[in-house]
């Protein structure tokens, strides 16, 4: 799991007929996710399925999202091969309800995402909804009576043949993304965890296959734990508040808000899938882009506080102003306000040096007892920088890691 561990932040897609809709259909608005709206809306299948034929994703331009990708410091992506509606983005001959087969499309998008996420080095791993197809007559529904259902059959006609074809014809594919379980056994569970490692072995699988089988955790959508949790885990996040196109969804989190989340969850063990949801067309909305190259941007400078993090032991202190990552060696503070010194009391650490990690600039820095006689690291910020945030200071250690004392009441 080693290119997982080390690349902590990925880029989801959601990608599907659902975004011809971007959440409303015939004058109602869905208040759920926008790539439940067949769901949610109870639209009949015959009349979803006539999306296929207006399916004309133009501006979907795979190579530039891969460029985007890179740019936007993101080290994997994993895209909605086939997500619950049913309708796969790839070319299948298990079954004909797919963008090859849409007139207007004919395109293998998964195919193309391949190929320029090879050129770009950046992992691939596809999301397969393997338990609920709203199109499927015998595929899970959530809220349904699906007692009825013959799964089995469902399991062997699509879901099997269609993870075989994904495992079978792009080449490695570095994950699979299983999602809502719902009813599967455990027995299906392996069942389908067996299909995937016998014919990719290092091919990843997510928690949610079901039934703990993954090979890491997922988290519950935009749910990061409190503490550092020493497992391999991801959380799934929005950038705005859903995953398919929205036309309604406005509410985008901003490049400060990401960065922060980014580094709470580098140091607490994890990796951030963050989604976006192409519109019609298959271009990324302009916020989205906007947003993530400042993201990008502050990767750029301050990477090496992000990729390949350990865990960071939980610090006893609430600090508003910042957060820390951790490497061997190497203490990173992400200092998010403006600063004329930067402490961090119950902290001990032989100090080889620190330095402003973007610049390179020195900075002056003690390991020191504190009039109350507690160990404190201590760095000063040069006065050129008082007015600054969103920067990362590097500190340099003598030991592995430094320590961390509790709280002691006085
Ligand atoms: O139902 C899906 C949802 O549409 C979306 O794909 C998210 C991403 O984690 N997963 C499910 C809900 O948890």
């Known amino acids: 799991m080693d290119w997982f561990n080390e690349a902590k932040y990925g880029l989801f897609i959601h990608f599907g007929l659902y975004a011809l809709l971007g959440g409303e259909y015939e004058g109602r608005v869905n208040r759920g996710n926008a790539e439940w709206i067949m769901n949610d809306l109870s639209i009949p299948r015959a009349r ?11 501006a979907f331009d795979a190579e530039a999202i891969a460029a985007a990708a890179s740019d936007w410091g993101m080290r994997y992506i994993v895209f909605t091969a086939k ?16 963008s090859v087969n849409s007139p207007l499309c004919g395109r293998d998008l998964v195919r193309e995402l391949k190929e320029a996420c090879a050129a770009r080095g950046l992992k691939l791993g596809l999301y397969y909804s393997q338990a609920q197809d709203w199109h499927d007559p015998d595929g899970y529904r959530y809220r349904a009576d699906n007692a009825h259902k013959n799964f089995r059959r469902y399991l062997d006609e699509k879901c099997f043949p ?20 719902m009813d599967m056994s455990r027995a299906e569970s392996e069942e389908l965890a067996a299909l995937v490692k016998g014919l990719q072995p290092d091919c990843l ?8 089988v993954g090979d890491y ?14 497992q391999r885990w991801e959380v799934p996040a929005t950038l705005n508040d859903t995953w398919g196109y929205s036309k309604k969804d406005q509410g985008w989190k901003d490049a400060r808000q990401i960065i922060r989340t980014l580094v709470k969850i580098a140091a607490r063990g994890g990796n951030y899938l963050l989604n976006v949801g192409p519109k019609p067309d298959g271009s990324i909305p302009a916020r989205a882009k906007e947003v993530l190259a400042e993201v990008g941007r502050y990767l750029r400078a301050n990477g ?33 306000e403006p600063k004329k010194v930067v402490e961090l009391l119950n902290m001990k650490a032989g100090l080889k040096g620190a330095r402003i990690l973007a610049t390179g600039e020195a900075l002056a820095c003690s390991s020191v007892r504190s009039c109350e006689e507690d ?25 592995d890691f430094p320590e961390i004392e509790p709280i002691r009441v006085k």
């Open 48 to 58: 979803y399925e006539r999306l296929a034929e207006q399916f004309a994703p133009a």
């Open 83 to 98: 997500h619950h509606e049913g309708y796969a983005l790839f070319d299948s001959k298990a079954h004909p309800y797919n």
């Open 162 to 181: 269609q993870v075989r074809e994904l495992l079978s014809n792009y080449g490695d594919i570095a994950l699979l993304w299983f999602d809502t379980p």
């Open 205 to 212: 699988i997510n928690g949610r296959i079901g039934n703990g």
């Open 217 to 230: 955790a997922t988290m519950g959508d935009n749910f990061i734990p409190r503490l550092p949790f020493p």
């Open 304 to 336: 090496a506080a992000i990729y390949a993090c350990e865990l960071m032991p939980t610090y006893p202190y609430e600090i508003s102003w910042g957060d820390m990552t951790l490497k061997r060696g190497r203490l990173y503070i992400h200092v998010y």
């Open 375 to 399: 160990w404190m690291l201590r760095f000063e910020i040069p006065e050129h920088m008082y007015g600054d945030s969103f920067y990362c200071i590097e500190a340099e250690l003598e030991e």
